[in-house]
């Protein structure tokens, strides 16, 4: 039996303990996104209703030791959970212990919309969205660093300089030096920020991890490099040139502009920063 073939047997078998009996999974399909978990697209078809899922899974179903800051599934979910209510995002319905026939997963409901960056960035169907997505990002991130501490799950703490020593010693391993790192460590070493006091950092918030429909912002996805850190790391890697996928010129994220974000960020209840506040953040990443 193939993994399609086996996963649709653990999933119908839950099906009909969850929604009853005469419940069936149609349209299972691995979906190409997910570089690090498998990602499955599947509906429950029940009598006058069709629930639209995702599964999240790790690939092959266990989990193996990875040099890797994400957190595991399990907390992904829970992160999820502390979310719902406060910021966009997907709704767990399930989560599948290791061990269980589904293998270490979650369900959640499927969320429509666009996370591909370049389409959001081009097409015409986003131009109203690319107008409100700015202002929706602030509102989101501001949401995301309110979420209280004592309610989350375990999670690493990484600060800046924790990130910087890390990158440095993955850096130095290689033995090339190179002017522009060089340089760039040692700015970044000679100009800390003053500390704020620790929040929830989702750790990879840009196009790509956020599914944006005609209206704007839908959901806020990939919570696996979440821990508790900085809030200006958040804002400053959505504003990485990386992630502006060729329109450099609009600062966060290619489609809006840094002040109009930490304005919003900050009405939503975020910490006052400026945009120079940014910068040491956004060379770090």
């Known amino acids: 039996m193939g993994r399609h073939d086996e996963i649709l047997k653990g999933l119908q078998a839950w099906a ?3 929604y009853g009996a005469d419940a069936t999974v149609e349209r299972l399909v691995r979906l190409s996104g997910g570089a690090s978990q498998e990602t499955w697209s ?3 078809e029940r009598p006058g209703c069709v629930e639209e899922l995702i599964l999240r899974r790790v690939p092959g179903g266990v989990s193996v030791a990875r040099n890797s800051e994400a957190i595991g599934l399990g907390t992904e979910a829970n992160l999820l959970s502390c979310a719902d209510g406060t910021v966009p995002a997907p709704k767990v319905i399930q989560v599948f212990e290791p061990g269980s026939d589904i293998g270490e997963a979650f369900l959640m409901n499927r969320i429509p919309g666009q996370t591909i960056a370049r ?3 081009r097409d015409d169907d986003y131009r109203i969205a690319r107008e409100k997505l700015t202002h929706q990002c602030g509102a989101a ?6 979420i209280p501490t004592a309610d989350l799950p375990d999670l690493p703490t990484s600060g800046g300089l924790d990130q910087l020593e890390k990158y440095e010693t993955i850096y130095r391993a290689f033995n090339l030096p190179r002017p522009v790192f060089e340089l760039a460590i040692a700015w970044l070493k000679s100009n800390v920020p003053s500390a704020v006091p620790p929040v929830l950092v989702h750790g990879d918030f840009r196009l790509g991890n956020l599914i944006v429909d005609s209206d704007g912002l839908a959901a806020v996805l990939d919570w696996e490099l979440a821990h508790l850190g900085d ?3 958040d804002i400053a890697w959505l504003c990485v040139n990386s992630w502006r996928f060729g329109h450099s010129q609009n600062r966060v994220g290619g489609f809006g502009h840094l002040d109009n974000l930490l304005t919003t960020y900050e009405a939503s209840g975020g ?3 400026s945009s120079d506040e940014i910068d040491w953040w956004e060379i770090l990443g």
Do not use: N
């Open 231 to 233: 809030p200006r790391e």
């Open 119 to 121: 389409k959001i960035l």
């Open 42 to 44: 599947l509906d429950v």
């Open 141 to 146: 991130l501001a949401a995301i660093h309110a």
């Open 271 to 273: 910490r006052k920063f």
């Open 16 to 18: 009909g303990q969850f």
